[in-house]
RNA sequence: GCGGGUGUAGCUCAGUCGGUUAGAGCGCUAGAUUGUGGAUCUAGAGGUCGGGGGUUCAAUUCCCCUCACUCGCCCCA
């Protein structure tokens, strides 16, 4: 490594794209609260079986892109590739089964050995929205809801599919697999490579298979649909009807699967064509398995995460900041008046940015630069005549104010 | 983890069929304008041509390895 640089498939967020980030978070977090959800902040690392257990000893992310480390204390560690299992594990560990039902929305960096490619990186972040506590489809329509109002503020959901399927009740979801199992069984012969090790690890994925020869083979499977107990045709109605409501479009996907085992009814995913392979901006379902797996109190769960990278990448441009005023001091008995005034008109609300150093001409480069609004210049001439010089940057005029006028001079600037 | 593409200035990119001091635009710094920005003009700084090794009289250029990015697979947000 001759020259340092950032790890592979991290990335530092700078300047536009931190805007892009902020916007998205913000955005998002706006819509939780405005939907009833609280902040929860869970720690980035956890015992490493919260994940390996509930994220299921097979699966590929525990298997290969883990980032799992022995610390000095000999605990067996691991960066959380995801958000669901800490917030599972922080809603046993702190006995909220008395507060349910519970809302969480959260949004962090996660962690996952990959191979990078736009949208895919090894650090990289989520925004995520859990309802723990709730049997009933209302929580799915309520989750799923909030996905698409978040993609309507960030004015990207109409460039996003909502693909929707359901994997019904533990009963019929297990009736389903034996019936995948035999029918992929029979057709081994002629089964990928990759879908003859998912036949045994995760069968149900192979119905998501791209290889042609498997999906020829997929499309005479037998369906979910055929395997739905009452009680799950009615609960996945409930929550189509709910949507239909709310007129939130979907494509019902009876492919789009969840391989294990604690995950219930509900799959959903906002899908872009944008952005190559990487389509899935928020992916969710139902999860009433997993808090029990995990040795809490049977408790329901339904949430999403969606990529952070990936919206920012889709969404308009941030909102431009507020623009600030600059703060020009000319001489040493200027910038002792300067330092003063600037923290007056920063907690008057203002944005004033005063650049450390420079003479005029510079320092007006720079306000030129921030996109300054305007400039107050300060110099012994202005100090001596008791004033401060107002300078227009969009109409280059410029004023005397007096010095305790500045604030209300500011406001009537034209925006 | 598998298969392909790409790495030249802070950024976007030319270029070298292997040959003396590697270029442009934008940006940056300074001056024209010692207290007045945007525009213009002038000058300047900035590159171990991603890194290492090999072939060669000579490598940024050809070969190998490696690192990073990127496209697809896998997986997923």
Redesign the pocket.
């Known amino acids: ?3 340092i ?7 530092d967020i700078v300047g536009e794209t931190a805007a892009r980030h902020g916007h998205v978070v913000a955005t998002a977090r706006d819509c939780a609260r405005r939907f009833g959800f609280g902040d929860i902040d869970v720690p980035i690392f956890e015992f490493t079986p919260v994940f390996a257990r509930t ?1 299921g000893e097979g ?3 525990v298997r ?2 883990m980032y799992s480390f022995t610390d000095r204390g000999g605990e067996d560690i691991t960066l959380r ?2 958000f ?1 299992a800490g917030i599972c594990r922080a809603f046993i560990s702190n006995g909220m089964q008395q507060d349910l039902p519970l809302k969480f929305f959260a949004h962090g960096p ?1 962690f ?11 650090q ?3 925004i995520d929205a859990e309802i723990l506590g709730v049997e009933g489809p209302g929580a799915d329509i309520e989750i799923i809801t909030l996905g698409a109002e978040i993609l309507h503020d960030l004015g990207i959901l109409d460039s996003c599919v909502l693909e929707l399927n359901t994997l019904g009740d533990p009963d019929s979801r297990k009736d389903y697999r034996d019936a995948l199992v035999t029918y992929f069984s029979d057709h081994k012969a002629r089964l ?1 490579e ?2 003859i ?2 036949l045994r690890r ?1 069968p149900l ?1 192979i119905l ?4 042609e020869g ?1 999906q020829k083979i997929v499309v005479d499977a037998p369906l979910m649909a055929e395997f739905l107990n009452p009680e799950s045709q009615d609960f996945f109605a409930a929550v189509c009807a709910g949507l239909d409501v709310l007129e939130i479009g979907y494509n019902l996907n009876p492919r789009l699967v ?3 085992d604690y995950y219930t009814h509900t799959a959903f ?3 872009t064509n944008a ?10 379902g139902r999860y009433d398995g997993l808090i029990k797996m995990l040795g809490g109190p049977p408790t329901p769960g339904i949430g ?8 920012a990448m889709l969404a308009a441009h941030a909102p431009e900041p507020d623009r600030p005023i600059a703060f ?1 001091p ?2 040493e008995a ?1 910038e002792k008046i300067a330092l003063k005034m600037c923290h007056g008109l920063r907690r008057d609300g203002f944005v004033v940015d005063m650049a450390f150093r ?12 921030v996109n ?1 609004r305007a ?1 107050l ?8 005549k008791g004033i401060i ?1 107002l ?8 004023q005397d104010v007096a010095l305790d006028g500045v604030a209300a001079q500011l406001r009537l600037l034209p925006s």
């Open positions: 490594m001759a020259k640089q950032s790890v592979r498939g991290t990335h994220m699966s590929d992310v290969k892109e590739p995801e669901t996660a996952r050995y990959e191979r990078p490619q736009k949208g895919r990186q090894r990289f972040h989520q990928s990759d879908s090790d998912r995760n994925r998501d298979s791209k290889d498997d969840r391989g294990l995913e906002f899908v952005l190559g392979a990487q389509g899935a901006v928020i992916a969710g999403w995460a969606g990529g952070i990278e990936r919206l020009v000319m001489g200027a420079g003479n005029l001409s510079r320092r007006l480069k720079r306000a030129n630069k300054a400039a210049i300060l110099g012994d001439d202005e100090i001596a010089t300078r227009d940057l969009d109409g280059g005029g410029q």
